[in-house]
T-cell receptor, first 117, second 113 residues
Framework: GAVVSQHPSRVICKSGTSVKIECRSLDFQATTMFWYRQFPKQSLMLMATSNEGSKATYEQGVEKDKFLINHASLTLSTLTVTSAHPEDSSFYIC?????????????FGEGSRLTVL | GNSVTQMEGPVTLSEEAFLTINCTYT??????LFWYVQYPGEGLQLLLKATKADDKGSNKGFEATYRKETTSFHLEKGSVQVSDSAVYFCALRGSGNTGKLIFGQGTTLQVKP
């Protein structure tokens, strides 16, 4: 079964509104989570690293004021797309490291498809 | 910076055919290499990995060997099944061990009966 859960799986919103996506680690704690964005027929682009108890680390070119990340607890990270526009429509995926860190594996959520009208 | 390049898809094969999906990388130091698979409607899941040169990762009949001399990590399977139809992503984790993965663009595999 899934060990990382995202919600909602699909969301449609009007331009100018804000949307929050939740990412939860199930049955394990994650001090770090990663948020990716996937464009159609393209790779996953790392947006930011979410750190529990401190600010997120954003990748170059990602607007921190646009994509607000909050790591509220050891099992929950949220991504809020603020003042969404049609170009923000995408598939957003979160991940958390396998707690057995030696493997280097990431567990991925099922993804959240955002459509901005 | 680190990067991963995969062969473009889609790849369409008949059942029991041999599969190769090419993956090359650019990285400093000694990265770890991964193949992830995304089945329709599901999240990404780890297929196999290799953490050092000449390591061979294997799972579910798939194999990939970490070739430092050619900076490659090609995915192979001797006999594909319809159930292998999915998107395959090659990825690397830099030697700094920050945990974040850099992905290739993904290759769609479609296996026909």
């Amino acid at each position: 079964g899934a060990v990382v859960s995202q919600h909602p799986s699909r969301v449609i919103c009007k331009s100018g509104t804000s949307v929050k996506i939740e990412c939860r680690s199930l049955d394990f704690q994650a001090t770090t989570m990663f948020w990716y964005r996937q464009f159609p027929k393209q790779s996953l682009m790392l947006m930011a690293t979410s750190n529990e108890g401190s600010k997120a680390t954003y990748e170059q070119g990602v607007e921190k004021d646009k994509f607000l990340i909050n790591h509220a607890s050891l099992t929950l990270s949220t991504l809020t797309v603020t003042s969404a526009h049609p170009e923000d429509s995408s598939f957003y995926i979160c991940s958390a490291p396998n707690p057995t860190r030696a493997t280097g594996e990431l567990f991925f959520g099922e993804g959240s498809r955002l459509t901005v009208l | 910076g680190n990067s991963v390049t995969q062969m473009e898809g889609p790849v369409t094969l008949s059942e029991e055919a041999f599969l190769t999906i090419n993956c090359t990388y650019t990285a400093t130091g000694y990265p770890s290499l991964f193949w992830y698979v995304q089945y329709p409607g599901e999240g990404l899941q780890l297929l196999l990995k290799a953490t050092k040169a000449d390591d061979k990762g294997s799972n579910k009949g798939f194999e990939a060997t970490y070739r430092k001399e050619t900076t490659s990590f090609h995915l192979e399977k001797g006999s594909v099944q319809v159930s292998d139809s999915a998107v395959y992503f090659c990825a690397l984790r830099g030697s700094g061990n920050t945990g974040k993965l850099i992905f290739g663009q993904g290759t769609t595999l479609q296996v026909k009966p």
